[in-house]
């Protein structure tokens, strides 16, 4: 439900006293009408006599040049006024518009069975897999094996609340529109086959927005998950497993094991290959041999369709990091990737 603004208050209480005013004013009118047909022509205001120039020159006069310059100085004060709120007015606006559009957004985000009642709007189940607060969580998926049978599989899903430190708002908008190929993410949007129009997209992306965590909190969670580990925070290989291997490496999402726990095959090794290209038996070295290009990359990400590297591919799909790790962790993942 919308609630009202104090300019819209305002507004009506506005209207309401005009139209007030207007019939107080013709019924007071209807009042002082003349008894007698015909006394109008006399006491219409243009025949009576009006006043000498001595009453005209007195405080009459006075009395008009003070309203005259109390009005002055309500435009002299009053335009500027306005002008010097008004860009704040329009950035509030902009505030309350975006406020708005991320709760419709958490409205759409949350899981199919949650019990939020709150207008007609649905809710497309985004936190089923990705978490109620968009922390991450796990998917229930099936993939084809070589042989032709299925395996069911718990797919550990992205966390959200760091999504926009990765990629572009347009990257994710493209990313929700159009899925992700051969994992649980399907096409959401309509130009992708999906149920979401683009608005209801946008309103996604607003609710994404407001629930990043700082680069500080991605720090401490990664500093602790890693101590609780006996890992190093700048281990190479380490970080590699935690950031990268999702695409770099087949089977890392469902830890090649079903979704009753047992394995399904022996996993590949490190960086050969998956959603993102190989990364061993040196191609990375023959695509990155200057290291500082290769540390720029992942730092920065890929655009869309711009050829990187030296033997100019690119998909626009490698999200960059430097938002969430730092210099000396970058410079880790590259040392370890180096050596795949």
Same mark, same amino acid.
């Given at each position: 439900?919308?609630?009202?603004?104090?300019?819209?208050?305002?507004?009506?209480?506005?209207?309401?006293?005009?139209?007030?005013? @207007?019939?107080?004013? !013709?019924? !007071?009118?209807?009042?002082?009408?003349?008894?007698?047909?015909?006394?109008?022509?006399?006491?219409?205001?243009?025949?009576?006599?009006?006043?000498?120039?001595?009453?005209?020159?007195?405080?009459?006069?006075?009395?008009?040049?003070? &309203?005259?310059?109390?009005?002055?100085?309500? #435009? #002299?004060? =009053?335009?500027?006024?306005? @002008?010097?709120?008004?860009?704040?007015?329009?950035?509030?606006?902009?505030?309350?518009?975006?406020?708005?559009?991320? /709760?419709?957004?958490?409205?759409?985000?949350?899981?199919?069975?949650?019990?939020?009642?709150?207008?007609?709007?649905?809710?497309?189940?985004?936190?089923?897999?990705?978490?109620?607060? =968009?922390?991450? =969580? #796990?998917?229930? %998926?099936?993939?084809?094996?070589?042989?032709?049978?299925?395996?069911?599989? /718990?797919?550990?899903?992205?966390?959200?609340?760091?999504?926009?430190?990765?990629? +572009?708002?347009?990257? #994710?908008?493209? $990313? $929700?529109?159009?899925?992700?190929?051969?994992?649980?993410?399907? &096409? @959401?949007?309509? &130009?992708?086959?999906?149920?979401?129009?683009? %608005?209801?997209?946008?309103?996604?992306?607003? %609710?994404?927005?407001?629930?990043? $965590?700082?680069?500080?909190?991605?720090?401490? =969670?990664?500093?602790?998950?890693?101590?609780?580990?006996?890992?190093?925070?700048?281990?190479?290989?380490?970080?590699?497993?935690?950031?990268?291997?999702?695409?770099?490496?087949?089977?890392?999402?469902?830890? @090649?094991?079903?979704?009753?726990?047992?394995?399904?095959?022996?996993?590949?090794?490190?960086?050969?290959?998956?959603?993102?290209?190989?990364?061993?038996?040196?191609?990375?070295?023959?695509?990155?041999?200057?290291?500082?290009? /290769?540390?720029?990359? $992942?730092?920065?990400?890929?655009?869309? &369709?711009?050829? %990187?590297?030296?033997?100019?591919?690119?998909?626009?799909?490698?999200?960059?990091?430097?938002?969430?790790?730092?210099?000396?962790?970058?410079?880790?993942?590259?040392?370890?990737?180096? +050596?795949?």
């Amino acid at each position: 439900m919308m609630v009202a603004t104090t300019q819209q208050h305002l507004a009506v209480a506005f209207v309401v006293a005009l139209v007030l005013g @207007w019939a107080l004013f !013709l019924l !007071l009118s209807v009042k002082k009408g003349p008894d007698q047909i015909g006394d109008e022509a006399a006491m219409a205001p243009n025949r009576r006599p009006y006043l000498d120039d001595d009453g005209l020159e007195g405080r009459r006069l006075e009395n008009a040049q003070r &309203a005259a310059v109390a009005l002055l100085l309500v #435009v #002299v004060f =009053g335009l500027p006024m306005y @002008w010097l709120r008004e860009p704040g007015r329009q950035t509030n606006a902009v505030k309350g518009f975006d406020r708005e559009s991320a /709760h419709r957004g958490f409205l759409l985000f949350q899981p199919t069975t949650s019990a939020i009642p709150e207008g007609n709007i649905g809710h497309f189940g985004c936190g089923n897999c990705h978490g109620t607060n =968009g922390e991450g =969580g #796990v998917a229930n %998926y099936t993939v084809t094996n070589t042989d032709g049978s299925t395996t069911a599989l /718990h797919w550990t899903a992205p966390a959200l609340n760091t999504v926009l430190k990765r990629f +572009t708002e347009e990257e #994710v908008d493209t $990313i $929700i529109t159009y899925g992700r190929a051969n994992t649980p993410m399907p &096409a @959401w949007g309509v &130009a992708g086959g999906g149920p979401m129009n683009e %608005y209801q997209v946008l309103d996604i992306i607003e %609710y994404l927005k407001s629930i990043q $965590i700082s680069r500080k909190e991605i720090q401490k =969670g990664l500093t602790t998950n890693f101590q609780a580990q006996g890992l190093n925070p700048n281990d190479g290989a380490a970080l590699f497993d935690q950031f990268c291997a999702r695409c770099h490496t087949k089977g890392w999402s469902y830890s @090649w094991k079903d979704a009753t726990g047992h394995p399904v095959e022996t996993p590949p090794k490190p960086g050969s290959g998956a959603y993102g290209p190989n990364l061993t038996g040196g191609d990375t070295l023959r695509q990155f041999p200057d290291e500082a290009k /290769h540390i720029e990359f $992942i730092t920065l990400g890929s655009e869309f &369709a711009k050829p %990187y590297g030296t033997r100019g591919v690119g998909t626009g799909r490698m999200p960059g990091f430097g938002q969430m790790l730092t210099e000396a962790q970058i410079r880790a993942i590259v040392e370890y990737e180096r +050596t795949l």
